[in-house]
């Protein structure tokens, strides 16, 4: 697929002309159909097949505004190299490469115009059935698309801890839900348990697998430690692989000087660890400071949760320079 100048691919340059690149958005926009458009414009209609079943597939990326000065888009690359994973295992093409991807996204927010905080949500997704196609489920025969939009959005839990229960609902085995793939129609289960944690007085729920161990939060990982151990539950525990659990992992091992183990987290652990945080895009990195109306540790931040949610803070800002590679500037 042939590039512009500004490596967004060339079916865009109609959109464009009519918006020149980094001029201030006079309503939020989105990249729809192959264009970018006022927000109110990219709509769907309701005989959308992922609105019907489910086949969608999604990302959140965070955009931090520098220390230096301008706006970063923090591991974009990974991002949407998952999301390309995510989408083989739905059949779903979006069109475009890992590159191609991360250009019309900083594209995106050079036309929005903002230098705050934003979060990003790439949607790939399954849109009608193909001419000659029986209806019914399916993954072939049906189009594809995809739509990004982007929003202001600044750290929005809290430094202090946040409340979470042990959620009745289970988290999918990988037999039943391609669970390592953000697919839009999995996360019913997400909802059902924010909103069980919600009605019990609490800000998240933690999900068990069907082996009664420890898998993950609604959105988000979870780490504990144990007698000055970092633990984490492994990947065969039914969760997401968090592009933010992997920057814990290295930011504890490289600047902490704390290794994580990877193992099975059981539920009685969990209760009588001295710190337990998640990990994740929208959350960064929070403490936990209950559970099931049991406190964690002396019930505040621990020490090594406080550590890390600041050197994740400074990482995402370009604080640190060997992790550089990380961040792709909207001049990149």
């Avoid at 539950?233 to 920057?247: C, F, K, M, N, S």
Wanted: hydrophobic share 40%.
């Amino acid at each position: 697929m042939t590039v512009t100048q500004d490596g967004v691919p060339a079916r865009d340059t109609k959109a464009q002309q009519a918006t020149p690149a980094g001029s201030p958005a006079v309503s939020p926009l989105a990249y729809h159909d192959g264009e970018f458009v006022p927000l109110e414009r990219a709509l769907l209609p309701v005989t959308t097949q992922a609105l019907q079943y489910g086949t969608g597939v999604f990302e959140g990326i965070r955009a931090y505004a520098q220390r230096g000065g301008g706006l970063a888009v923090f591991r974009a690359e990974d991002h949407y190299r998952r999301l390309l994973r995510s989408c083989r295992t739905l059949r779903i093409d979006p069109g475009h490469t890992v590159e191609e991807l991360c250009a019309l996204t900083a594209e995106l927010l050079r036309r929005i115009g903002t230098q705050e905080d934003t979060y990003i949500r790439p949607l790939a997704y399954k849109r009608a059935l193909l001419p000659g196609q029986k209806p019914g489920v399916g993954l072939t025969g049906v189009s594809d698309a995809l739509s990004v939009n982007a929003f202001r959005m600044g750290s929005y839990t809290d430094p202090a801890g946040i409340r979470c229960t042990i959620s009745s609902w289970r988290r999918p085995s990988s037999d039943a839900l391609p669970v390592r793939a953000k697919v839009t129609g999995g996360y019913v289960n997400n909802a059902l348990a924010v909103d069980e944690a919600r009605a019990a007085g609490c800000e998240d729920a933690i999900l068990l697998n069907s082996r009664g161990q420890v898998a993950e939060a609604s959105t988000s990982n979870v780490f504990a430690v144990l007698r000055g151990r970092l633990v984490t539950p492994p990947v065969t525990a039914d969760l997401l692989e968090g592009i933010t659990r992997d920057t814990a992992v290295t930011l504890a091992a490289d600047l902490l000087d704390t290794p994580t183990d990877f193992r099975d987290l059981g539920r009685d652990e969990l209760m009588g660890a001295d710190e337990v945080f998640l990990t994740g895009t929208g959350t960064e990195i929070v403490p936990v400071t209950e559970i099931a109306g049991r406190p964690v540790g002396e019930g505040v931040p621990g020490p090594l949760s406080t550590a890390l949610r600041g050197a994740y803070q400074d990482v995402v800002r370009g604080g640190e320079p060997r992790y550089a590679h990380w961040l792709h500037p909207l001049n990149a």
